[in-house]
């Protein structure tokens, strides 16, 4: 059975710091993990994702501020955010890439969100 579980969310002052962390189980091989947001009546948006690699990718308002980083070891992803804004408020949602027992395909699964907000 896939699980994806996410932790770290909360309430910060802006300026602030967070430590998002997930884990998967369930996924024997993960090919990318990653972070979206999705900001109170606005589509769901990537923030960072990070593959097996270790190469990542950041959307353009997090650069400099956020850094993904992966344990493959514990099928754990992290999200540091540092220099939080108010329009960092969102809830945040992993992402995981992989292959399970239960399917063959390569599919994404998801965690079920954490709330992020950022007070000015």
């Known amino acids: 059975q896939v699980q994806v579980v996410e932790s770290g969310g909360g309430l910060v002052q802006a300026g602030g710091s967070l430590r998002l962390s997930c884990a998967a189980s369930?996924?024997?091989?993960?090919?990318?993990m990653g972070w979206y947001r999705q900001p109170p009546g606005k589509k769901r948006e990537l923030v960072a994702d990070?593959?097996?690699?270790?190469?990542?990718n950041y959307a353009d308002s997090v650069k400099g501020r956020f850094t993904i980083s992966r344990d493959n070891a514990k099928n754990t992803v992290y999200l540091q955010m540092n220099s939080l804004k108010p329009e960092d408020t969102a809830v945040y949602y992993c992402q995981v890439d992989g292959i399970s027992s239960s399917s063959p395909f390569l599919l994404r699964y998801w965690g079920q969100g954490t709330q992020v907000t950022v007070s000015s």
């Open positions: 369930g996924i024997s091989s993960i090919v990318a």
């Open positions: 990070i593959f097996s690699g270790s190469s990542t």
